[in-house]
């Protein structure tokens, strides 16, 4: 009888796990995978590719992993259902499996042992608030120079106050990448983005606020900007591009202007499904971590097969066109301006795959700015919560597998091989301010703008 791939790949990998269990010198250490049939989720973005790319190129099967890609209404269903166990994992904004450890929400230990890529989001206004902006946005050549300061927004802003109307902009959700990066930008051209009090029940984030955000899933900006309920928002890809697309706003600034090669998406899954299932963990990184190099090997030459791929319904399902537009390295900002942006989404270069304790340190350091974090913390809670969360040790055990294989070289992971965890001091946030995760209580009180030291909304 002819055996199946399936059939054929479950049999390899059995005959490796027993010979590692009788002490045979074969490379590979991490045993049969515990659970072979797994269920992700995802949110119909551009920056789930790794998901995609992993099960479409058959790095999954190739682990022995049998895996169904689900698409997810928005966040906090997406949350819900790992924490409840109907997902095995899920494509995460970077805050999710923090904030759940912390009980932000609901509370449940969630890590993460892989993140999914750096940069790939903008923040776009409506073509009202772009008119109005334009006027105060340094020119050259007739073009508006990048990257544009939320201080070109102010006096829009500041016009809506005098007339008694609120100014509103959306976000992806209270723990996302999105919205720190939206407060980031608006607090860097002196605007107050608001506080949240947690301590008495208001998690609106709404408290002394210039400019009022709220919530709005990823698909869902555009027309809800569109319907004039906001006046711009922070999204990933392609939803901004689709503004354009449409007519109906234009992007001021990529998150990579914000802060450089900025940390996005990663992977979570519960603690205790690590603890039950190590090898089934392991050996979900080293797919995933194939899948982020097959995007950025040999100066992105893959990427136009995964805009078709990702255009598909059951991933992103949007215009490959459109997609196309930033992950391809090009970003399109007012009709016609397009702009070369080869690092708007990176999957492998940079060390992008490296679940940094620092960045989880960073993410931490603006829920405590903006009061989600109702209390001030020491230095060492901060670094404490970032190794409860982060796991580079799965990480590194999956690159060991791989390189053991002859799939990657050593040399491709020498710097996170060797790394304690930090990325060292960062100067390249748009406002100059240096940002050294050993010390975040130093970097918070450096900010002009959010609550220092004991300070309470």
């Known amino acids: 009888m002819q055996l199946n791939r399936r059939t054929l790949i479950k049999k390899t990998l059995l005959s490796m796990a027993m010979a590692t269990a009788i002490g045979s010198t074969s490379a590979y250490a991490v045993g049969y995978p515990e659970k072979e049939e797994l269920k992700f989720g995802f949110i119909k973005l551009t920056d789930m590719a790794p998901l995609a790319i992993a099960y479409e190129k058959g790095f999954f099967e190739d682990e022995g992993l049998y895996v169904k890609l689900e ?29 759940a450890t912390l009980g932000y929400g609901t509370k449940s230990n969630v890590i993460t042992p892989i993140s999914m890529d750096l ?16 006027p105060n946005v340094p020119m050259q050549d007739g073009k508006p120079i990048h990257p544009i300061s939320a201080s070109a927004l102010a006096p829009v802003v500041k016009s ?23 407060r980031y930008w608006l607090a860097a051209g002196g605007l107050n983005p608001g506080f949240y009090d947690p301590s008495n029940g208001d998690t609106s984030g709404t408290i002394k606020a210039d400019v009022l955000l709220s919530v ?13 309920t906001i006046e711009g928002y922070c999204v990933g890809e392609p939803w901004n591009q689709q503004a354009v697309f449409k007519g109906i706003g234009v992007p001021v600034i990529s998150d990579n202007s ?5 940390p996005e998406k990663v992977f979570g899954l519960r603690e205790d499904f690590y603890e039950k299932y190590p090898n089934t963990t392991v050996r979900v990184v080293k797919a995933m971590i194939r899948a982020a190099h097959w995007l950025d090997e040999q100066n992105n ?17 949007a215009d490959p066109e459109v997609i196309a537009n930033s992950m391809t390295g090009t970003f399109e900002y007012e009709k016609g301006d397009k702009r070369s942006e080869p690092d708007f989404n990176v999957f492998f270069r940079y060390n992008a795959t490296y679940p940094y304790y620092s960045d989880a340190i960073w993410y931490m350091t603006q829920m405590r700015r903006w009061g989600q974090i109702a209390e001030q913390q020491s230095d060492d809670w901060y670094k404490d919560m970032a190794k409860k969360v982060y796991r580079p040790d799965i990480y590194k055990l999956a690159v060991a597998e791989l390189v053991k294989e002859g799939k990657f070289k050593q040399s491709e992971f020498t710097e996170v091989l060797q790394s304690d965890g930090y990325r060292g001091v960062q100067t390249d946030f748009m406002d100059g301010i240096a940002y050294d995760g050993t010390q975040p209580n130093a970097y918070i009180n450096s900010m002009k703008i959010g609550l220092k030291a004991a300070d309470k909304p």
Do not use: C
């Open 71 to 99: 698409a997810q209404a928005n966040w906090k269903v997406l949350l819900d259902r790992v924490i409840d166990g109907q997902l095995d994992g899920a494509h995460m904004l970077a805050g999710q499996p923090i904030a």
């Open 119 to 134: 940069n790939g989001n903008a923040i776009t206004v409506s073509n009202k608030a772009w008119a109005a902006m334009k």
């Open 160 to 182: 809506y106050k005098d007339a008694g109307k609120p100014f509103k902009m959306g976000m992806v959700f209270p723990v996302s990448t999105h919205n720190y990066e939206l």
């Open 301 to 317: 030459k893959n990427r136009r097969e995964a805009v078709q791929i990702l255009a598909k319904p059951n991933y992103v399902g």
């Open 258 to 262: 914000i802060q450089k090669n900025n």
């Open 216 to 228: 709005t899933p990823p698909p869902q900006m555009p027309a809800t900007m569109e319907a004039g």
